[in-house]
């Protein structure tokens, strides 16, 4: 009898505890919820950047690009941080003083306010919005491994969750928030997450379904995106390295020997596997079908992908796309835009930022 009523105060206790972070959250996700509603920082369709409210500048500008050290060789590219992405329910820039904001928010989402952090760069990431601060040392964003934990217990007491799976989620989690030197990080929907740290060596946790952190066999990188389930990274000779989740083949070639032959290439997206920007302006890609035909294009300064789109900008500015009949927008819907500097996109949508810092956005949200 004593053991029952010993074990039911135990229960008893952990109730509470849950019930107390539970309550803290609520109570931080209500300060979330109010600071986006009233956010200054999301810009209109076709509306200026320069409307926004005057801000104090910051006292450490981040460059257009930057070199960091390298383990040997030289460098065709340098690293550039990630300043515009673009996600279903969300759009960040950054602009070059390292000021964050919100150019897209879906009105049932509550995300962070960044403006009182530093930012070297924005977190590519399709679940939540996240930044790399300037000491490079964490990520603002997202749910903490602590907050993931009180969830997931709460859950677990319920019935609803059981097993390692749940925990493990935690523990990726834990790792993540270890990592320091990191200079752009990507991840796929909280599952996994890879980061590029300021030596040119990569970390990822996650990645096809493994769920301890791990160091690719990689160096000299400056630039990583996810392709699907595949991680891939730019190296600064110019050439491209993966880790496939599946070695397919392509016209009698796997996507590993394909992009084995590539080189002078200064850019590199994702989306569905991966395409390059070449040094020329010429493009290549292991995609396939009418995303594929990206590679007739030329005069291209930069690039942007989804899983169903390749957009280009242009020397003189304008825009062309490839899009598939999945998209959220399609090629056409660009005409008119011009003295475009920089582009991101998803599945849902296309935006991008003009000459004159004019934010133009198209598609059908969902």
Same mark, same amino acid.
């Given at each position: 009898?004593?053991?029952?009523?010993?074990?039911?105060?135990? =229960?008893?206790?952990? *109730?509470?505890?849950?019930?107390?972070?539970?309550?803290?959250?609520?109570?931080?996700?209500?300060?979330?919820?109010?600071? #986006?509603?009233?956010?200054?920082?999301?810009?209109?369709?076709? &509306?200026?950047?320069?409307?926004?409210?005057?801000?104090?500048?910051?006292?450490?500008? =981040?460059?257009?690009?930057?070199?960091?050290?390298?383990?040997?060789?030289?460098?065709?590219?340098?690293?550039?941080?990630?300043?515009?992405?673009?996600?279903?329910?969300?759009?960040?820039?950054?602009? !070059?003083?390292?000021?964050?904001?919100?150019?897209?928010?879906?009105?049932?989402?509550?995300?962070?306010?960044?403006?009182?952090?530093?930012?070297?760069? #924005?977190?590519?990431?399709?679940?939540?919005?996240?930044?790399?601060? &300037?000491?490079?040392?964490?990520?603002?964003?997202?749910?903490?491994?602590?907050?993931?934990?009180? @969830? *997931?217990?709460?859950?677990?007491?319920?019935? !609803?969750?059981? /097993?390692?799976?749940?925990?493990?989620?935690?523990?990726?989690?834990?790792?993540?928030?270890?990592?320091?030197?990191?200079?752009?990080?990507?991840? =796929?929907?909280?599952?996994?997450?890879?980061?590029? $740290?300021?030596?040119?060596?990569?970390?990822?946790?996650?990645?096809?379904?493994?769920?301890?952190?791990?160091?690719?066999?990689?160096?000299?990188?400056?630039?990583? =995106?996810?392709?699907?389930?595949?991680?891939?990274?730019?190296?600064?000779?110019?050439?491209?390295?993966?880790?496939?989740?599946?070695?397919? @083949?392509?016209?009698?070639?796997?996507?590993? !020997?394909?992009?084995?032959?590539?080189?002078?290439?200064?850019?590199? %997206?994702?989306?569905?596997?991966?395409?390059?920007?070449?040094?020329?302006?010429?493009? %290549?890609?292991? $995609?396939?079908?009418?995303?594929?035909?990206?590679?007739?294009?030329?005069?291209?300064?930069?690039?942007?992908?989804?899983?169903?789109?390749?957009?280009? #900008?242009? !020397?003189?500015?304008?825009?062309?796309?490839?899009?598939?009949?999945?998209?959220?927008?399609?090629?056409?819907?660009?005409?008119?835009?011009?003295? #475009? %500097?920089?582009?991101?996109?998803?599945?849902?949508?296309?935006?991008? *930022? /003009?000459?004159?810092?004019?934010?133009?956005?198209?598609?059908? @949200?969902?």
């Amino acid at each position: 009898m004593m053991k029952i009523k010993k074990s039911f105060f135990i =229960v008893a206790v952990y *109730i509470l505890l849950l019930n107390s972070c539970a309550n803290n959250q609520e109570s931080s996700d209500t300060e979330l919820t109010g600071s #986006i509603k009233n956010l200054n920082g999301t810009v209109p369709i076709n &509306q200026s950047m320069d409307d926004l409210p005057a801000q104090e500048p910051k006292t450490s500008p =981040v460059p257009e690009s930057e070199t960091f050290p390298v383990s040997g060789g030289q460098s065709f590219v340098s690293f550039a941080p990630t300043r515009l992405y673009a996600a279903a329910t969300y759009a960040l820039a950054m602009d !070059e003083n390292g000021w964050v904001t919100y150019l897209y928010v879906d009105e049932d989402s509550a995300y962070p306010d960044f403006t009182k952090y530093l930012c070297a760069g #924005i977190v590519e990431d399709t679940s939540w919005p996240g930044i790399i601060t &300037q000491d490079l040392k964490r990520r603002i964003g997202g749910m903490t491994s602590k907050e993931r934990y009180a @969830m *997931i217990g709460d859950s677990l007491l319920r019935g !609803e969750l059981v /097993g390692a799976g749940p925990m493990s989620a935690v523990e990726r989690l834990e790792q993540q928030e270890m990592w320091q030197d990191v200079c752009q990080m990507v991840s =796929v929907w909280g599952d996994w997450y890879a980061a590029l $740290r300021t030596d040119g060596t990569v970390l990822s946790i996650g990645c096809f379904g493994s769920y301890e952190a791990q160091e690719e066999d990689w160096t000299d990188i400056v630039q990583i =995106v996810s392709g699907g389930d595949s991680l891939f990274g730019l190296k600064a000779d110019g050439t491209v390295c993966a880790h496939l989740h599946t070695n397919y @083949m392509v016209y009698g070639k796997t996507c590993e !020997e394909e992009i084995g032959e590539w080189s002078d290439i200064v850019q590199i %997206v994702g989306g569905n596997l991966v395409t390059g920007l070449k040094k020329d302006g010429t493009v %290549v890609t292991i $995609r396939r079908g009418i995303l594929g035909e990206c590679q007739e294009w030329s005069g291209i300064t930069k690039l942007a992908a989804s899983q169903y789109s390749v957009v280009g #900008i242009k !020397e003189d500015g304008t825009l062309i796309a490839k899009c598939s009949e999945k998209c959220g927008f399609q090629a056409q819907e660009l005409a008119g835009w011009k003295e #475009i %500097v920089d582009i991101a996109v998803c599945d849902e949508y296309c935006i991008a *930022i /003009g000459k004159d810092k004019t934010v133009y956005r198209t598609g059908q @949200m969902q």
